[in-house]
């Protein structure tokens, strides 16, 4: 019954490599949004969409591409993987009204 | 677009004692303002929020303050326990505008 889930948890790579990400939520929301926490754990916002349309775009490298084939889904694909490009990825989701957002429970990229 | 500024970055505090952590913003449009914990390994979660219609707003151990003229709200943990230890997170957001996210305070209670 988990709310937002994420997969997978643990995800060690090297670099060049193309790899995806899967979110899914049950909570009914229309809003997914994909996060990026570095290793001084600053939370940067990466992606936002709403009932399926991109809505926000941070000046993210265009080998980040984010896919919602339904309002319950958000993937998150990216090509060419790049050492800067380990982190920890929080998918997560919120009412249309943007308040309170239910975090995935991450998913730890390592690229080698 | 938002800035919000966290501090402070670490804090020590004794069990039992309280437990401050404050934030600025620079949005003066902004009017809801969360506080995330995320303990080691694990995802961030929400802990009390408070919109800007509210001056403060309390949880148990746990409140909020939001002073909108000088736009600092700070969290206020009381009493505090082992359990407590984490990273905290303040965040603020306008409308329908992102959530932006202060740089954390990572919260070490001695026992």
């Known amino acids: 019954d988990t709310a937002v889930s994420q997969t997978p948890k643990y995800l060690v790579t090297q670099m060049g490599n193309d790899k995806s990400i899967k979110c899914e939520q049950n909570l009914g929301h229309d809003t997914m949004y994909w996060y990026k926490q570095d290793s001084k754990k600053f939370l940067k916002i990466m992606f936002s969409?709403?009932?399926?349309?991109?809505?926000i775009n941070e000046t993210v490298p265009n080998r980040f591409s984010p896919k919602s084939p339904d309002k319950a889904h958000l993937n998150l694909h990216i090509n060419s993987l790049e050492l800067g490009d380990s982190a920890v990825y929080f998918c997560?989701?919120?009412?249309?009204?943007?308040?309170?957002?239910?975090f995935g429970q991450g998913t730890r990229l390592t690229v080698v | 677009g938002e800035n919000v500024e966290q501090h402070p970055s670490t804090l020590s505090v004794q069990e039992g004692d309280s437990a401050v952590i404050k934030c600025t913003y620079s949005?003066?449009?902004?009017?809801?303002f969360p506080w995330y914990k995320q303990e080691l390994g694990k995802r961030p979660q929400l802990i009390i929020d408070i919109r800007s219609n509210v001056g403060e707003k309390k949880d148990q151990r746990i409140a909020v303050t939001l002073n909108k003229t000088a736009k600092h709200f700070s969290l206020h943990i009381t009493e505090t326990q082992p359990e407590d230890s984490a990273v905290y997170f303040c965040?603020?957001?306008?409308?329908?505008?992102?959530?932006?996210f202060g740089t954390g305070t990572r919260l070490t209670i001695i026992p």
């Open positions: 969409y709403n009932n399926k349309e991109l809505i």
């Open positions: 965040a603020a957001r306008f409308g329908n505008e992102k959530l932006t």
């Open positions: 997560a989701s919120s009412r249309l009204d943007r308040s309170q957002a239910f």
């Open positions: 949005d003066s449009a902004s009017n809801y």
